[in-house]
């Protein structure tokens, strides 16, 4: 694959850096060398050709900076605890599953179930995301997950969320059309959405209450997107002019009576 | 005892399942040997245990066009003299053989695989067309006998499947050598029915193909519905109910790729309701006249026969299913890796809604749909912690 198909600007090559080529090779080979060459030292990593390769970033407990060339596989970033990853293209399903700390920039679109349980770090999505975006992610104390999605998602945004921030930009969809999401928060109960743009308010998830923004949401929202933007090379005043919605919990135990007799 | 359960030494037990698919139409109808669609199931290998694999390919007899291309799985010879004595009474068989194949390191308990390029001959009931006939005496064999099958049964496609990782399959079939415009691939990963030659993907009746991840909680509604429609189902895995439940609704009532997704993967009643009057009444009624059809549980297929394939999710996308266009491409796959991988060039990609079908017809240039957007390029960037 060329850089040129790619579409892929890359920068002078940094000091350092090691270059790990991916072509046809099991991820469990390519996740133990990554690993090896961790442990040597190496704090800046290129992995090469990379065409569905699994759990990459998962085992390396150092903040390490992976730049990715190729479709990594699903769970990149599973457990993450420390590195710096971008991929210069788009992602499949269940990055940052569990993702402890550490920072994933996607440079295109994502599938599903990204930020699973995440209970630290930050996400970056430049375009659009599946289902089930945010599913069960938490918080505690200082560990506060964030996942930006610059674009739009599919359904199920914030299932079951428990805590931590979920920004959805709706960057290249027109103010006047709906996001595609429905059920938007269902079974929430912590943490909170910020979504821009419009949405049906007929799908929203039975236990998430809509709210206008107030000061200090707008600097959460200032903090996040502007990161956003930086991991881009995009500008954060047209995104953070777009009109956002606040989504909250309506209650911490939505299930609470369910079952209770 | 049956076959499939005679042979399944492979113990697997129950795990979790994550098959493996792919497929791809060349819209202009230029043809393309197999080489792809093997590379872009070996790449996806995580998701097989290589208890079966498959693959169909279309175009693939220009010589036999017009006849039935029918492949039979047999345990013995006298297995399969029984099928042929069988097959002479009702067809004119033009041309048969052997299925080539070469011995491949393991690839076990293969069965004596043939080819009959045949036309049914002999009175038809009134009323039924050639392929309801053709569909009675695929039916009359399967259930016959316990030791030949008919296992693909289209003109101008054909099946290759067995028990084994797809590069194995691949090289026992000599999957590369063969041509077509169309290719779907499978790599299997049974969970709850046995890993057996009969059991692999792609199923297929007259020029149906499917391939299938996940499973069909509603199966035993969705067979007892297609009995009463005259098809049995014999091969011991969910996935098959979809290839007779495909031709039933898209074959003899005549539906459309869309209308038979509003079948197999109606909108949930809480979406029905908030659709405009006219969309209501259409799956309403849908809903009233199939539900016995609706496939519950999570699933992907890719559903293909002579000139078009379809890909499909159920209708909350609890199995993967990525799309991609390059001119009279179309690509959809269980994971965007495997179609960036056999095509650096995609021009679109998209993760399309569930339930929705995606469909390429020859002749008919694939678009992508107006909310994808062309691909911006990535800008490397210095990462700081957020």
């Given at each position: 694959m060329d850089k040129a198909t790619l579409g892929v600007a890359v920068p002078p090559t940094l000091a350092g850096e090691v270059v790990v080529d991916c072509l046809g090779r099991h991820y469990r080979e390519v996740n133990h060398e990554l690993r090896g060459l961790v442990e040597q030292g190496v704090e800046s990593l290129r992995l090469i050709n990379v065409a569905g390769q699994r759990y990459l970033g998962t085992n390396l407990q150092r903040p390490v900076r992976i730049t990715i060339e190729g479709v990594p596989g699903n769970?990149?970033?599973?457990?993450?605890?420390?590195?710096?990853?971008?991929?210069?293209?788009?992602?499949?399903?269940?990055?940052?599953?569990?993702?402890?700390?550490?920072?994933l920039a996607i440079h295109g679109s994502a599938g599903d179930i990204i930020g699973h349980s995440m209970r630290g770090?930050?996400?970056?999505?430049?375009?659009?995301?599946?289902?089930?975006?945010?599913?069960?992610?938490?918080?505690?104390?200082?560990?506060?997950?964030?996942?930006?999605?610059?674009?739009?998602?599919?359904?199920?945004?914030?299932?079951?969320?428990?805590?931590?921030?979920?920004?959805?930009?709706?960057?290249?969809?027109?103010?006047?059309?709906?996001?595609?999401?429905?059920?938007?928060?269902?079974?929430m109960h912590g943490g909170v959405i910020y979504i821009a743009g419009k949405v049906n308010e007929a799908f929203l998830g039975k236990e998430v209450g809509m709210l206008p923004l107030s000061d200090a949401d707008r600097a959460v929202l200032q903090k996040h997107v502007g990161e956003y933007a930086r991991a881009f090379g995009l500008e954060a005043e047209p995104l953070l002019a777009r009109p956002f919605a606040k989504l909250y919990p309506k209650t911490v135990r939505p299930y609470g009576r369910l079952y209770a007799y | 005892m049956s076959w499939a359960n005679q042979e399944n030494r492979y113990g697997d037990d129950k795990v979790f399942d994550a098959c493996g698919l792919f497929g791809f139409i060349d819209t202009s109808g230029a043809m393309h040997d197999g080489q792809a669609v093997i590379k872009a199931l070996i790449s996806m290998k995580e998701r097989g245990n290589g208890l079966g694999s498959g693959y169909a390919v279309y175009g693939v007899y220009p010589d036999f066009a017009e006849l039935y291309a029918l492949h039979a799985m047999c345990r013995s010879e006298a297995a399969r003299q029984g099928l042929e004595a069988h097959l002479r009474q009702g067809w004119t068989i033009v041309h048969d053989e052997p299925i080539p194949h070469r011995e491949v390191a393991g690839v076990l308990d293969a069965p004596i695989l043939w080819r009959y390029f045949a036309s049914p001959i002999g009175e038809r009931a009134p009323g039924l067309s050639e392929e309801d006939d053709v569909v009675r005496q695929v039916m009359a064999i399967n259930t016959e006998s316990n030791d030949a099958f008919i296992y693909s049964s289209g003109k101008n496609m054909a099946i290759f499947k067995g028990v084994g990782h797809p590069e194995q399959i691949a090289e026992y079939y000599r999957v590369h050598e063969y041509y077509g415009y169309l290719w779907v691939g499978h790599n299997r990963f049974p969970t709850n029915t046995p890993g057996w030659w009969g059991g692999a993907h792609p199923f297929g009746l007259l020029d149906w193909s499917v391939v299938h991840n996940g499973e069909i909680s509603s199966y035993g509604t969705n067979r007892r519905y297609m009995e009463a429609h005259g098809y049995?189902?014999?091969?011991?895995?969910?996935?098959?109910?979809?290839?007779?439940?495909?031709?039933?609704?898209?074959?003899?009532?005549?539906l459309s790729p869309r209308l038979a997704a509003l079948v197999f993967a109606s909108p949930l009643w809480d979406e029905i309701q908030h659709l405009p009057p006219e969309?209501?009444?259409l799956c309403r009624a849908i809903r009233q006249t199939y539900g016995p059809l609706l496939l519950n549980g999570p699933f992907t297929v890719i559903i293909a026969r002579q000139g078009e394939m379809v890909g499909l999710g159920d209708r909350i996308r609890l199995r993967p299913l990525a799309v991609g266009i390059k001119d009279d491409l179309l690509y959809v796959s269980s994971e965007l890796s495997a179609i960036h991988l056999v095509?650096?060039?995609?021009e679109y990609t998209w993760t399309p809604e569930g339930g929705q079908a995606i469909v390429g017809r020859l002749g008919q240039r694939p678009q992508a749909p107006e909310h994808v957007l062309p691909r911006e390029p990535a800008i490397e960037r210095e990462l700081s912690y957020g």
């Open positions: 769970d990149l970033g599973a457990f993450m605890d420390g590195p710096r990853i971008q991929v210069l293209g788009d992602a499949q399903d269940g990055c940052g599953n569990t993702m402890n700390s550490g920072v770090g930050s996400i970056y999505i430049r375009d659009n995301v599946g289902y089930r975006v945010g599913i069960h992610m938490k918080e505690y104390g200082a560990a506060q997950p964030v996942i930006v999605i610059g674009g739009t998602a599919q359904h199920f945004l914030g299932e079951y969320m428990a805590g931590g921030v979920l920004i959805v930009l709706g960057r290249r969809l027109p103010l006047d059309r709906e996001h595609p999401s429905r059920y938007i928060g269902a079974g | 049995q189902c014999t091969m011991q895995t969910d996935t098959e109910v979809i290839a007779y439940a495909a031709d039933l609704v898209m074959r003899k009532h005549g969309e209501q009444r095509q650096p060039g995609i």
